[in-house]
Nanobody, 122 residues
């Protein structure tokens, strides 16, 4: 059984910072790309940032220069450092990872975390 567990959400004033963490656990053979998505009320889920196993990153235009994604492959963990937060960053943030469970012949499957709320007040 593979699962992703997020932590680090909360409430902060505009201009503040938060750091999200997401750890994968269970019977894991390998992990490919990992990323963070967010969903605000009444809106579709959108990609915030992603990172390959080798460390190549991709960011949504509206977070470039403010958010930084990183990962620790030894810990099966991905992080999202969020600085200069704005009220429009308020959303539930979800971790996503392409994981190959043990015994699946190397096939990657997409997994989601349960989500963590980030609230930015102006």
């Amino acid at each position: 059984q593979v699962q992703l567990v997020e932590s680090g959400g909360g409430s902060v004033q505009a201009g503040g910072s938060l750091r999200l963490s997401c750890s994968a656990s269970g019977s894991i053979f390998s992990i490919g790309a990992m990323g963070w998505y967010r969903q605000a009320p009444g809106k579709q889920r959108e990609l915030v940032a992603s990172i390959t196993r080798r460390g190549s990153t991709n960011y949504a235009d509206n977070v470039k220069g403010r958010f930084t994604i990183s990962r620790d492959n030894a810990k099966n963990t991905v992080y999202l450092q969020m600085n200069s937060l704005k009220s429009e960053d308020t959303a539930v943030y979800y971790c996503n990872a392409d994981i190959s469970p043990r015994g699946m012949g190397g096939s990657l499957m997409g997994y989601w975390g349960q989500g963590t709320q980030v609230t930015v007040s102006s």
